[in-house]
């Protein structure tokens, strides 16, 4: 079965200033990778995901992440940080043949965006 | 074209009462899935349906806990006799699509704004 390990719970950081959130997975064969993103109150949001191919992906509102096999690693990025950024994020693995179609989300990581 | 459509929003029950959550597929929509969310966790799949089956309730609790997508009208998860431990926030995504045709069948996933349950 797949898992998702998030490491940080919260993370702060200064409007403008880069981000990277840390997502690990555990999965025997190529996993299908996601990022979503949860407005407090609102459901969640796919920011992007990658099936195959090139290991960077971009996604919607500048955010992109790529998947690093050696280090079982899909990270989360973003250049520059807007307030409007702040929100809990979640990264998520689904599974080809052999495993469970259904995601496997991880605990998530609060952001916190300081002016 | 609406969204996913959950309600209530907010639920409160007294233990021993039962909650009755509802979600309403995006349009075209003829799956929906079921994730609870305990405070400072991910979601947790619990149940996929099609109109009329139960599809894959491997994450359902095995007591108290039962689910619905009928016919006509919206998919339904009851918990009878709530505890507090039932405390959560319940998700509610449909997809046009079975998401088993594909792990890729996840991204058209939609969730709908979720219903906050509180046990008192």
């Known amino acids: 079965a797949q898992s998702v390990t998030q490491p940080d719970i919260h993370i702060t950081v200064s409007e403008g200033a880069s981000l990277e959130l840390r997502c690990n997975y555990s999965?025997?064969?190529?996993?299908?990778l996601f990022w979503y993103v949860q407005s407090p109150g609102q459901g969640l949001q796919l920011l992007l995901k990658?099936?195959?191919?090139?290991?960077l992906v971009q996604g919607i509102k500048g955010f992109e992440a790529e998947f690093k096999r050696s280090q079982s690693s899909f990270n989360l990025r973003k250049p520059s940080v807007h307030w409007s950024d702040a929100a809990e994020y979640f990264c998520?693995?689904?599974?080809?043949?052999?495993?469970?179609?259904?995601?496997?989300f991880g605990r998530g990581t609060s952001l916190i965006v300081h002016p | 074209n609406a969204g996913v459509m959950q309600n209530p929003r907010h639920l409160v029950r007294r233990r021993g009462q039962e909650a009755r959550l509802r979600c309403s597929p995006m349009?075209?929509?003829?799956?929906v899935y079921w994730y609870r969310q305990l405070p400072e966790e991910g979601l947790k799949f619990m149940v996929y349906?099609?109109?009329?089956?139960?599809?894959?309730e491997s994450g359902m609790p095995k007591e108290r806990f039962s689910a619905e997508f009928p016919k006509e009208g919206p998919s339904i998860l009851r918990i009878q006799q709530v505890v507090r431990g039932d405390s959560a926030a319940y998700f509610c995504?449909?997809?046009?699509?079975?998401?088993?045709?594909?792990?890729?069948?996840?991204?058209?996933?939609?969730f709908g704004p979720g219903t906050r349950l509180t046990v008192l």
């Open positions: 995504a449909s997809s046009p699509l079975p998401v088993q045709t594909s792990g890729k069948g996840a991204d058209t996933q939609y």
């Open positions: 999965y025997g064969a190529t996993p299908y």
């Open positions: 990658y099936f195959s191919g090139d290991t």
């Open positions: 998520a693995v689904g599974a080809g043949s052999g495993g469970s179609y259904i995601p496997t």
């Open positions: 349009k075209g929509h003829s799956h």
């Open positions: 349906l099609q109109k009329e089956n139960i599809i894959d």
